[in-house]
């Protein structure tokens, strides 16, 4: 989700920020406001590695808890049981986005903040799951999870190995985001006042196509940044980017694939 389904979390581009002098990184390495591509190539794979180490741990994260949720009967049969917890996680993730952009500089705090981020958006992934497969639907989960994976490996090497500059997808992604988010809420409206279920009909199936669409671009332009504008102090935000990217994908994914599934029934 970005933004409540779909939050950026990520500061404009041209954010001057303020660099500190710790373990991490040295401070004749880089200069205040200086980004990872003006520093020693030491710091740029320093920062890289530090932002898809955490970006793993997230991911391998939501996988356990959705695994946990969809594998173990009495955890699914709780979960979606009570689908209140489902709003809690939800605007928690809020909160948790937010304390995660007030505190990124303080470590270890940002970190703490980013663990309880990873779980309340892990949760909701990991629902999503659990209904897929109480609906005899857990291979598509599958499907879905493979495909992302494959999306995000190739989009991810081509942008860090490309010199090209994406920094013209910004205006235009971000404009598309808020078609999407207006898009859902009215998917979602109208399957409530007509009887329909989530992620059902040929409308929704239109959503998910340009959702995909929208969040593989994502992924390149948020690797652009993180690789040429953030600086070595801002692998929060960066982390927050990307798992949003990736789990977004995979939702979109899924619901293309429910759609195909049902034979593309209304």
């Not at 903040?113 to 659990?130: D, K, N, P």
């Not at 994502?218 to 935000?237: A, E, H, K, M, N």
């Amino acid at each position: 989700m970005k933004a409540g389904a779909y939050a950026q979390g990520v500061p404009p581009a041209d954010e001057k920020v303020r660099m500190k002098e710790d373990d991490a990184f040295a401070p004749d390495d880089f200069m205040y406001g200086a980004s990872v591509a003006h520093c020693s190539p030491a710091i740029r794979n320093g920062f890289l590695r530090k932002v898809y180490g955490l970006l793993t741990s997230q991911l391998l994260a939501t996988a356990a808890l959705s695994c946990a949720f969809m594998f173990h009967a009495p955890s699914r049969q709780l979960v979606l049981g009570t689908p209140s917890l489902l709003l809690v996680s939800l605007v928690a993730s809020f909160g948790f986005l937010f304390a995660c952009h007030a505190y990124k500089d303080s470590h270890p705090s940002n970190l703490a903040l980013l663990g309880g981020f990873t779980l309340s958006i892990g949760y909701s992934v990991a629902y999503t799951c659990a209904a897929f497969q109480a609906n005899g639907m857990g291979q598509l989960v599958l499907q879905a999870f493979l495909l992302t994976a494959a999306i995000t490996v190739g989009l991810s090497v081509y942008t860090l190995k490309s010199s090209r500059d994406f920094s013209f997808l910004g205006a235009g992604l971000h404009g598309a985001l808020g078609v999407l988010i207006v898009g859902g809420l009215l998917n979602i409206l109208v399957g409530w006042l007509t009887g329909g279920a989530l992620f059902h009909g040929a409308f929704s199936f239109v959503l998910g196509l340009l959702g995909a669409v929208i969040f593989s671009a994502f992924i390149v332009y948020d690797t652009w940044l993180i690789s040429q504008r953030l600086g070595p102090d801002q692998y929060v935000q960066a982390t927050i980017a990307l798992y949003l990217d990736v789990v977004n994908l995979f939702l979109e994914l899924l619901r293309i694939l429910q759609y195909l599934n049902d034979g593309g029934r209304e």
